[in-house]
């Protein structure tokens, strides 16, 4: 079956800086555009960034642009986000996705999730 195991969460200082893995298996990876999403306490899920199946193309939330970087290794099977200048307000679990059509925007575009990593920046 298929697994997206994330994992390089923790707690960090704002202005700090962390890396998000996502690893996939039970498909074939580059079939896949992957997609970060986060949801913060009693908040919706929200998109963060996503990447093509070559990883060629990017698309990121605009309070994450030139913060964050999604970027993919398809011989790993892999999926990263470098997240630097965090800040209090990125908080959250964050949770990695795949979509076979697109690398869309909406969490109900995506056909496989992760259970998510945790990511509290203290302030």
């Known amino acids: 079956q298929v697994q997206l195991v994330e994992s390089g969460g923790g707690l960090v200082q704002a202005g700090g800086s962390l890396r998000l893995s996502c690893a996939a298996s039970?498909?074939?990876?580059?079939?896949?555009?992957m997609g970060w999403f986060r949801q913060a306490p009693g908040k919706e899920r929200e998109f963060v960034a996503a990447?093509?199946?070559?990883?060629?193309?990017?698309v990121y939330a605009d309070s994450v642009k030139d913060r964050f970087t999604i970027s993919r290794d398809n011989a790993k099977n892999t999926v990263y986000l470098r997240m630097n200048s965090l800040k209090p307000e990125d908080t959250a679990v964050y949770y990695c996705?795949?979509?076979?059509?697109?690398?869309?925007?909406?969490?109900?575009?995506?056909?496989?999730w992760g259970q998510g990593t945790q990511v509290t920046v203290s302030s």
């Open positions: 996705a795949a979509d076979r059509a697109d690398f869309g925007t909406d969490s109900y575009e995506y056909d496989y």
């Open positions: 039970g498909l074939t990876f580059s079939n896949y555009c």
């Open positions: 990447a093509s199946w070559s990883g060629a193309s990017t």
